[in-house]
């Protein structure tokens, strides 16, 4: 009876120390996948919205999910050591700053963990197995394009005075939507039919650290003390986010001498300029669905669990539209293939269309288009 005893225990423990070795499982038995998902702030309302769309995608699909949210770029490379530390199954990072994680990363290819890099491309490193975004370069394009066809220019034969804002330099995206802009407002500024007052021409004068609301409003303030005080119209600013053109739109309200309120664009469809464009105040935004991001995301997570190739072939498995480009973001290490959704724009006259998406809904006074909670 005892020897039976003692051989029982022995199975006991060694199924617990099993288990244990395994992580967790589900309930068939087969040891549950582990995310770690690093997200870089939850001041600014997307990266939160996308923590939480990825958080309850994985979580349906059975996967245990570890979030992080670094605000800063010590706090995210300290936090992405911690996953790694984990043995997370694979790591989804939306960076801070795209080119301080090439060490960190090192880890993650040593111990095999694949790396999604989420919206931001992660730079310097061949840790990095794919990228999933938008189009960032045509996000800028549809910027530029709408400053364009509210001003018509070629029309009216007139000339416009346009500024230009744009995002965190330590972000890769924020060169491709201030490329994408300034290519459609290029030749018009080439050819005199917009002119640009500050002589704000070129990326490195116009990115705002950290995509600053303050200091974008800072920035607008100098740029009409110094350029437009002498009463000169403003026209349009292109401003590559909602926060920034909300920031701006602060300035001019405290110190633009002008009557007529200049076109002023955005990106990311937050409350606060959704409510901003019914107020004919923003003029638009570049709405990017994150939830559809974040389901990609999964997908694409999923793909490499399984071992499958990334490439155009996954492109019919996938819940979003999406492009696959296998040259444009180059990460100065390798060119990371890269699964692409496909932005719109979003004004007054379409404002309504957002509530088709399922992810906005009027707010109780019929006034607002606002998130669901
Ligand atoms: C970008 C992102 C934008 C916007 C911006 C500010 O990387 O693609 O959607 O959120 O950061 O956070």
Redesign the pocket.
């Known amino acids: 009876m005892k020897a039976i005893r003692k051989q029982m225990m022995i199975i006991i423990l060694c199924f617990v120390t099993a288990v244990m070795a395994a992580g967790c499982a589900d309930k068939h038995g087969i040891p549950v996948k582990t995310v770690g998902i690093v997200m870089?702030?939850k001041s600014?309302e997307?990266?939160s919205r996308d923590g939480d769309y990825l958080r309850s995608s994985f979580e349906a699909k059975g996967y245990h999910v570890e979030m992080r949210f670094s605000e800063d770029i010590l706090r995210q490379i300290d936090d992405i050591q911690v996953l790694i530390a984990d043995d997370v199954d694979v790591l989804i990072i939306?960076s801070v700053d795209g080119a301080a994680l090439s060490r960190t990363l090192e880890d993650a290819l040593i111990k095999k963990i694949p790396v999604i890099s989420y919206?931001?491309l992660i730079m310097n490193t061949d840790a990095v197995d794919c990228y999933v975004?938008?189009d960032?370069y045509r996000?800028g394009a549809l910027q530029g394009q709408y400053i364009v066809d509210a001003l018509h220019p070629d029309q009216t034969g007139d000339t416009y005075n346009i500024e230009l804002v744009a995002?965190?330099p330590a972000?890769?995206?924020?060169r491709f939507?201030f490329n994408g802009a300034y290519d459609v407002l290029k030749p018009y500024i080439e050819s005199g039919r917009f002119i640009v007052p500050s002589g704000k021409t070129s990326f490195d004068k116009v990115a705002t650290p950290a995509?600053s609301m303050d200091i974008a409003f800072k920035n607008m303030q100098n740029t009409l003390a110094s350029y437009y005080s002498d009463g000169k119209r403003l026209d349009a600013v292109m401003c590559?986010?909602d926060?920034m053109g909300l920031g701006v739109l602060n300035a001019i309200h405290s110190d633009y001498l002008g009557t007529s309120l200049p076109i002023v664009t955005g990106?990311?469809a937050d409350e606060a300029a959704l409510q901003s464009i019914m107020d004919g105040q923003l003029a638009m935004t570049v709405y990017?669905n994150v939830r559809n991001e974040a389901d990609v995301a999964v997908s694409v997570a999923e793909a490499i669990l399984e071992g499958k190739t990334l490439d155009d072939s996954l492109l019919g498995e996938l819940p979003a539209e999406c492009s696959f480009d296998k040259t444009s973001y180059d990460n100065g290490v390798q060119k990371v293939p890269s699964f692409l959704l496909v932005p719109e724009v979003i004004d007054a006259k379409n404002i309504e269309s957002l509530i088709e998406t399922g992810l906005f809904t009027l707010d109780e006074n019929g006034k607002y288009i606002v998130p669901v909670s």
């Not at 972000?171 to 924020?174: F, L």
């Open positions: 870089p702030s600014i997307r990266w939306a919206d931001r975004s938008f960032n996000v995002g965190d972000d890769n995206n924020a939507f995509w590559s986010n926060r990106q990311d990017k």
